[in-house]
């Protein structure tokens, strides 16, 4: 394999649907108010995906250099892992990343913002600044979080919250309560995507020193807890469904809730942490596929 297709592959293209997931709810919401700007839209996902690969780039040089990336570990091969990408080819793709991302994330910032809230703009600034470092802190450097089971805390936060609520504040200026639901969701349905990948793995990264939340609690809690939060992330925008209540329409997104049911009943009868690889892009999908039927729900783009 080339090294474009290596870098590529290290990019984790699969990735990226469930990242913009929060970028589609918080746009739902706002367009629903009749606060749509497609302008808004477009760089808010650039910015978004820029994070994710940032983050997955890190993740591979991480991992890699710590040597947690082995012949033990479960999933498809990694960049620097293989050989076909060293780990200062891997440096230079994280930072030539990091200035393409902030350069868009100011666009962002000004398309939204303008020159006369300079208050709002220099908060969203530092929040960006705060999300890259988090996205190469995961297992970059002696201090990196996903090491000491602070992982799904992060995914939570920038996913869930910031993603959900920083995109309905970019297009309306304006905090909602009510909006911490469907943010609640889309953070938890992250977390348990990583959750899910760190049971998976759970035996490599013991091995590795990598203390994720799954090393430190064992597997059966860890499945104990997969279950509560994503019952939890169900609840949650159900509660928003019949607070926002306009018609049958806004429980589209219940559809959604079908593979994520029946995620949860295979993780439940699973006995073998290594053959849970496939429920990674289900679980993913089925996350994004709950974005897209919430755009719908409240889909009232002008």
Do not use: W
Request: charged share 15%.
């Amino acid at each position: 394999m080339t090294k474009a297709k290596t870098l590529l592959s290290a990019a984790r293209l699969r990735t990226l649907p469930l990242s913009i997931s929060g970028i589609i709810v918080g746009t739902a919401i706002a367009s629903s108010e009749g606060k749509f700007n497609i302008y808004i839209l477009i760089f808010a996902l650039i910015t978004t995906v820029g994070l994710q690969v940032l983050s997955n780039f890190a993740n591979d040089y991480g991992d890699g250099v710590k040597g947690t990336d082995n012949l033990e570990r479960v999933g498809p091969m990694r960049a620097i892992q293989s050989g076909v990408i060293s780990d200062k080819e891997m440096l230079k793709a994280i930072i030539v990343t990091t200035i393409l991302t902030l350069i868009a994330a100011v666009l962002l910032i000004y398309i939204s913002f303008g020159k006369d809230n300079i208050l709002y703009s220099l908060f969203f600034f530092f929040l960006g600044i705060a999300a890259v470092i988090a996205a190469i802190k995961y297992t970059v450097g002696k201090s990196a979080y996903g090491y000491n089971g602070l992982g799904d805390v992060f995914v939570f936060i920038f996913f869930g919250l910031v993603s959900v609520i920083g995109t309905y504040f970019l297009y309306s200026k304006e905090f909602n309560i009510e909006i911490l639901l469907p943010a609640i969701t889309v953070g938890l349905l992250s977390v348990g995507v990583l959750n899910l990948n760190n049971m998976r793995d759970v035996n490599s990264d013991k091995k590795s020193n990598k203390n994720t939340l799954v090393v430190k609690i064992g597997i059966v809690k860890a499945k104990r807890y997969h279950i509560s939060i994503l019952i939890t992330a169900m609840v949650s925008t159900v509660l928003y469904a019949l607070l926002n209540y306009q018609s049958p329409l806004n429980f589209l997104f219940l559809i959604s809730y079908i593979p994520i049911i029946l995620h949860i009943k295979r993780v439940i009868h699973n006995n073998n942490s290594s053959e849970l690889d496939p429920e990674l892009k289900k679980l993913a999908l089925s996350s994004f596929l709950f974005a897209l039927l919430f755009l719908l729900s409240y889909n009232n783009f002008s």
